[in-house]
């Protein structure tokens, strides 16, 4: 099959509110206000579990299925980072969903990318 099928967004978000990202009831409103934000109807709850096995790894990694794929967000605690990726065969604006990740997080910095599937 030729041609584009969706929408792949990864970024990376750097120097972040420790205790927003630490908290999973932050990180579940997050993830419900980036839905909305970029009108991604939600598929059931988001599933979230808090590990690690090396301290820069430790933190919550997260999922929620949307109708047109899932977002995927990993949380390394000591090194304050976050690592989010938006797959969905319906189109968003990807600059604006980094701007919001970022802004919500209160990233000081962050890089990005943007594939077509």
């Known amino acids: 099959m030729k041609g584009d099928f ?16 630490c908290d999973i009831e932050q990180i579940r409103t997050w993830m419900i206000e980036l839905c909305d934000f970029i009108d991604m109807k939600r598929h ?11 301290p820069h790894l430790y933190g919550y990694s997260v ?8 977002i995927t967000a990993h949380f390394s605690e000591q090194m304050d980072s976050c690592y989010i990726d938006v797959f969905s065969c319906k189109d968003f604006d990807d600059m604006e969903a ?20």
Do not use: P, W
């Open 63 to 70: 999922m929620q299925l949307i109708e047109t794929s899932c």
């Open 98 to 117: 980094v701007k919001f990740c970022a802004d919500y997080f209160e990233a000081k910095d962050y890089t990005y990318k943007t594939l077509f599937r």
């Open 44 to 54: 059931g709850d988001m599933i979230a579990e808090r590990f690690g096995t090396e």
């Open 6 to 21: 969706g929408l792949s967004l990864h970024m990376n978000l750097f120097v972040c509110n420790h205790e927003k990202m």
